[in-house]
């Protein structure tokens, strides 16, 4: 797989709006290693370019996608300044291709974390406070036929986080507990509660800090890691306003138009 032939393929079709064929589709073989190559390429490239890294964000973290896209284990992705928003927003949706939004609990860390070895302790030692968050996915994958190297080397099919502006410190708070709710313009969309992230949303961070300690890259002080979709994702339209309330926690609100 030549990485930066398909890296830059994702990055035209990104500035572009205009959607490739599934690397997986192709003759030549992809493998997760690469995928994870051609995402961190991308990242550099921006980085470069004046981007700066605030964040991570996991995927995959339900039993239900990680069948459907037939793996065992979540994926990552890097979040970029230019991807947030701020809580009540109204977002373009012409900066996306396809976008869906999801609902999760986002993690703000005081202290460094690197694998190996980490816990779900030293993930709620390492947390500063929790944050209700929105993700916004996009797949510059057409028709998002996506499998996982494909969605892995899209930078975890990110493109976007709503910040909320309520906080909650974890001493007197249990994440697998906490129940949410969303709406979409007033009506009633979704619940779901904080277990559905692998049981409890700080052991996906853990596993975020381990896997990223193989590629010797750290989660930082100050960083914003999403800690993955505590419902299924759902496709945004224009003029959508979606609010997610998390018990304890508090609410986020975005709203879409073109």
């Not at 099919?157 to 906080?167: C, F, H, L």
């Amino acid at each position: 797989m030549d990485i930066q032939k398909a890296a830059t393929a994702l990055m035209e079709a990104e500035d572009e709006k205009k959607p490739i064929s599934p690397f997986t589709s192709s003759t030549e073989t992809i493998s997760v290693e690469d995928a994870y190559n051609i995402q961190l390429y991308q990242v550099r490239q921006k980085v470069e370019k004046g981007a700066v890294i605030v964040g991570k964000k996991i995927g995959l973290t339900s039993k239900a996608m990680q069948e459907m896209l037939n793996v065992t284990e979540p994926d990552y992705g890097h979040l970029l300044n230019n991807m947030m928003y701020g809580d009540g927003e109204t977002i373009s949706l012409d900066k996306f291709i396809q976008p869906r939004i999801e609902f999760e609990i986002a993690f703000v860390l005081k202290k460094d974390l690197k694998g190996p070895g980490v816990t779900m302790n030293d993930v709620i030692e390492a947390t500063d406070y929790v944050v209700p968050a929105l993700e916004i996915i996009d797949s510059r994958i057409k028709d998002w036929q996506i499998k996982f190297e494909d969605t892995v080397a899209d930078n975890g099919s990110s493109a976007g986080a709503v910040i909320g502006n309520a906080t909650a410190k974890l001493d007197k708070l249990d994440l697998a507990a906490v129940n949410m709710t969303v709406t979409r313009n007033g009506e009633f969309l979704d619940t779901a509660a904080g277990s559905a992230v692998m049981g409890h949303p700080a052991r996906a961070v853990a596993w975020l800090a381990n896997a990223l300690g193989s590629y010797g890259i750290s989660l930082y002080a100050g960083e914003v890691i999403l800690s993955g979709a505590l419902s299924k994702a759902i496709p945004i339209e224009d003029g959508d306003t979606f609010t997610a309330e998390f018990d304890h926690i508090g609410a986020v609100t975005a709203t879409f138009k073109k």
